[in-house]
């Protein structure tokens, strides 16, 4: 179970407090998924980097009762100087986790190539969203933050990534975040919507569907 | 480590995972695995060490006594790095490890413990190997009281731990600390004890320098290295005091920079 009780978060601005997320609450079941739909700016990054502990709420809570991975797919979590290889090596130490049956699997993913053993700072765009990805799968978190506007790539990527995520993975739980409501009606069995830093909650993707519609046009 | 409420213990165990894995990446974004590697640790401060210590005896210094220039420039010297590297390798730590602190686990006391553990460790190492060097070849004596020397050693060791914590958090609020740092480790230089004993100077200077706590720790490992034939000025208790009073609010300040800091 993940809940977020009352979260609420202000940024300093040179123009004032400006709040992006305004008392929010959710839960999620172990197992269960959830969709975040929001436009543009409606603060679903945030939610999601609260969600994974790369950043506080400025007050309000969060109860991690499983193991919640960081935000997927996400390139700017690596030390550049690091190789490929080095990065999964660290990410496993921190994970408390043995990397070495996660290399081929790696290699496989990432089709990086010789690039695997060279820094991470010599890579494109493209490269480093696919060992992002990589290495989140390469620990088994019981809960996935997704944040689909992140993720960069060709159809034959997405694809790749779905199989991953959704098949071979569909016991787990996840959050996913987009702009989209396709990918969410796709995926996820639930949805809020994320308007105005107030989140609101639907029994069904297509009543928040509507009233995503209606809220933000 | 992702129950709902995690133990002491689990937390512990946790913190070490993380510290053992950022000291191994330190290890290699600093050294790389190519040439001396890891060995750079102990050759980057054992070069200057000898590079001062062969300065000084070309230069002629003996300070008008009649001590051993190569143990004074290695104690000295030594003492030096402990302080200035720690603070100054803790001020780029938030900023090189912005982007690990997107990891939940990894925080901002993580990745100064483990820059505190390695910079302490490479001139420890290089201080004992310099040593063991010229006491092997007979260019100086070994210490009178090793005892002593550990004590001091130790006590420069904590203050350089607590100035790095407390320089290092500061820059969480400000970049002018990092700025205002270079300047003043130079004229902290030769103000703290590097170059001088207290007893050389006249009594008024000697209160005024001893207001600075690691002129005490060199005091210390000198007395120890030294024996009767200096006479030195130190006060324990005061370093103590004040490298106490340097780790608390380094402390609070590490915790709060831990909130300021947003990685990307």
Redo the contacts between chains.
């Keep these: 179970m993940i809940s977020i009780e009352n979260v609420s978060k202000t940024y300093r601005t040179r123009h004032g407090q400006r709040t992006i997320l305004d008392r929010v609450n959710l839960k999620l079941e172990r197992g269960r998924n959830i969709g975040i739909l929001g436009r543009n700016g409606a603060g679903k990054s945030t939610l999601i980097r609260i969600l994974s502990g790369a950043e506080h709420p400025t007050s309000g809570r969060i109860v991690r009762g499983m193991n919640v991975s960081w935000p997927l797919a996400f390139g700017g979590a690596f030390q550049p100087h690091l190789t490929g290889l080095d990065n999964l090596k660290f990410v496993c130490r921190i994970y408390g986790v043995d990397y070495r049956p996660k290399v081929a699997f790696v290699e496989e993913f990432t089709e990086l190539g010789v690039y695997l053993r060279e820094p991470v700072s010599h890579y494109s765009m493209g490269m480093s969203t696919r060992l992002a990805f990589a290495l989140s799968m390469a620990v088994e978190f019981d809960c996935f933050l997704i944040d689909e506007t992140m993720v960069v790539g060709d159809s034959r990527f997405h694809e790749r990534c779905h199989t991953e995520l959704f098949v071979k993975r569909k016991d787990r739980s996840f959050i996913l975040v987009s702009h989209d409501p396709n990918e969410i009606r796709r995926h996820c069995e639930s949805a809020c919507v994320l308007h105005n830093g107030k989140i609101h909650t639907f029994p069904s993707v297509d009543e928040a569907y509507a009233f995503y519609e209606s809220a933000t046009v | 480590?992702?129950?709902?409420s995690t133990t002491f213990l689990a937390s512990l165990r946790?913190q070490w995972?993380?510290i053992?894995?950022l000291l191994?990446?330190e290890v290699?974004?600093r050294y790389g695995r190519e040439n001396l590697g890891v060995l750079w640790l102990i050759v980057e401060p054992a070069t200057f060490t000898l590079g001062v210590s062969a300065l000084w005896t070309a230069a002629g210094m003996n300070h008008g006594s009649s001590l051993p220039i190569v143990a004074f420039a290695i104690t000295g010297y030594s003492s030096v790095l402990m302080w200035r590297n720690t603070a100054s390798k803790c001020n780029s730590a938030i900023h090189q490890?912005f982007?690990?602190?997107?990891?939940?686990?990894?925080q901002v006391i993580d990745v100064f413990i483990t820059r505190i553990i390695l910079e302490l460790a490479g001139t420890t190492a290089s201080f004992t190997l310099l040593s063991l060097f010229f006491i092997g070849f007979d260019f100086i004596s070994p210490p009178v009281d090793i005892l002593q020397v550990i004590e001091g050693w130790l006590m420069l060791a904590w203050f350089g731990a607590s100035l790095g914590m407390l320089l290092g958090a500061a820059t969480a609020y400000s970049e002018l600390v990092d700025r205002i740092w270079h300047p003043t480790s130079y004229l902290l230089f030769p103000l703290s004890g590097a170059a001088f004993m207290v007893e050389w100077l006249p009594p008024p200077a000697q209160e005024v320098v001893l207001m600075l706590p690691m002129v005490h720790g060199v005091e210390m490992v000198r007395e120890g290295f030294f024996g009767d034939t200096v006479r030195t000025h130190y006060n324990t208790g005061y370093m103590a005091l004040v490298c106490l009073c340097m780790t608390l609010i380094g402390l609070v300040l590490v915790r709060d920079a831990g909130?300021r800091v947003?990685?990307?």
């Design positions: 480590m992702e129950q709902v946790v995972r993380v053992r894995a191994m990446r290699i974004t490890n982007n690990l602190l997107y990891h939940r686990n990894v909130r947003e990685p990307p």
